[in-house]
């Protein structure tokens, strides 16, 4: 590697150059000491233009004084930090000089080594393998050695960037820049790029991976909302071995294919035809049947294919989807609300190869449908059929017989499926682990002692809002010792943990999951609580009457119009020194929750106004509050 072992940040010769690579924030990075035979920053500057190389995308919001190096602006250019308090605060890449650039005035003779400097280059190597794309961009900051280390080409097969607020566009391409400096212009060793969660990643971004990685196997921008089609043709076009490609929540992306371009070049090879094995189009929701179609033409090797909430898509679609890509193992087609039986017969055509299939909440689907599935596919594994209402224990027992190696079942919010169906699921399916029959209301205890007698392997079961006896649980706990059952405790009503600080959103989903029938929560205190636990709590126990959120800083009027949505028989709600609430949220508890008796918003920063509009619309209701302006 031509690493120099033992040289400390500060204290190599002059004329080295290098790179920061810190995605981190500004507090991270210490000001560097100008040496005493520098007269200006200028000189400096004017160095490290010359000698250093674009830092793979130091993401920092812009601080007055914060940083001492000087700053990569957005036409390329350095600008010193200095002016950085007149700059608009947005993310920005630092460029900082490599370690070691620097002499210190009086350096002692003897030097001390930090015993992580005795480790075998291979050592160091092995740990940084096991750090996230951010640290190992720090550790290049230590010293020359960590700095060539650091730069390893074995350690950037993968580059993970996460972060709304991340110039992911900038932070990519200072990255590939420097991984081109071996290799020019193209990232030889770089076979999976994540940005799940970038929101500002935009077209530009991906131009530069499609450019700059034609080894690309692995391409992740969940959430990345602001990609086109453009940019994924061009993505698919120029990296040849991506395999897989996950563009959930990208709503602008309608259909993936060649550009005209690599069309032309390829045909005569590859027949245009796309080697993407695993597609994930979760709430892409312009894709339509002639954007499937286009996808199942050029991708025939799909063997994993999500479309998760592809609401427009119909039955017609699944016919070009079976006729094209023959090798589908799994297909979800959850909340696709036009897909019906149809559908689910051209879907059949798949036959020995579909091992998993959601249907859920593809409320058009009877048990017609599932007779085709179950015909079909025998060696169907998990089938995921929650609130198709059609579905009858007709539909189960043809299941049942023709799908004997069946892993998993949810037929939850089947309102008619019953014993009967259970007890032929037992005697068919033997090898079930895990089944979830939530809301089933026909089913008793019957239908569980049934699964537990002859399903030995099971590991969840999952009754929850289903009349069963307390008996019958402890018949499935004797008979599948290792099973996990989620019910519902139909006795709690009442609970309090005012103050109890390591409680988090995790804890109030499994209360809101578990005890739907709660009436009264007192949670004042509990800091870790967010707008995401109030919203499970909110969707799990419409009956809720009275709730103390008091002193929740992270509680805000989004987790308050979840309340105002769904818990509309609220009574008495505490919201104390809750310092992000503002007339926003009270207003959508007084607009929908108009049993309202008790609003305590002492400490709470909302207008009169807000006041006055919750008074009008709950007569009944006694304000707490510190707004002296009120009266």
Known sequence: MGANNGKQYGSEGKGSSSISSDISSSTDHTPTKAPKNVTSSEGLDSSTRTLSTPSPG?????????????????????TNSSSSSSAPAETVAVVHPQPGTHTRSRQSKTHLHAPIDLLPDHT???????????????????CRRWYNLAWDPRLWITVRLTGELLHVDRAIRVLTHRLCQDTPNVCLTLETVMVNGCK????????????????????????????????????VSCCPNLEHLNLSGCSKVTCIS???????????????????????MTDCFSLEDEGLRTIASHCPRLTHLYLRRCTRLTDEALRHLALHCPSIKELSLSDCRLVGDFGLREVARLEGCLRYLSVAHCTRITDVGIRYVARYCPRLRYLNARGCEGLT?????????SCPKLKSLDVGKCPLVSDSGLEQLAM???????????????VTGRGLKALAANCCELQLLNVQECEVSPEALRFVRRHCR?????????????????????????????????????????ARGCEGLTDHGLGHLARSCPKLKSLDVGKCPLVSDSGLEQLAMYCQGLRRVSLRSCESVTGRGLKALAANCCELQLLNVQECEVSPEALRFVRRHCRRCVIEHTNPAFY
């Open 124 to 142: 160091l190597l092995q740990i940084f393998s096991h750090l996230p794309t951010n640290q190992l961009c720090r550790c290049a900051r230590v």
């Open 258 to 280: 060649l550009t005209q371009e690599a069309s032309l070049q390829l045909s005569p090879l590859h027949g245009q035809q796309i080697s993407i094995h695993y597609l994930d």
């Open 200 to 235: 500002r990643l935009t077209d530009r971004g991906l131009h530069v991976v499609a450019q700059c990685c034609p080894e690309l196997r692995r391409l992740e921008v969940a959430g990345c909302y602001n990609i086109s089609n453009d940019a994924v043709f061009e993505v």
């Open 428 to 442: 068919y399916c033997q090898g079930l682990r895990r089944v979830s029959l939530r809301s089933c209301e026909s």
């Open 393 to 401: 224990d007709h539909g189960l027992g043809h299941l049942a017989r």
């Open 482 to 522: 290792r099973c996990v059952i989620e019910h519902t405790n139909g006795c709690l009503r009442y609970l309090s943990v005012a103050h109890c600080t390591r409680i988090t959103d995790v804890g109030i989903r499994y209360v809101a999951r578990y005890c739907p029938r709660l009436r009264y929560l007192n």
């Open 58 to 78: 130091l993401i920092l919001p812009s601080k007055s004084s914060s940083l001492s190096s000087p700053a990569l602006s957005s036409n390329g250019h350095e």
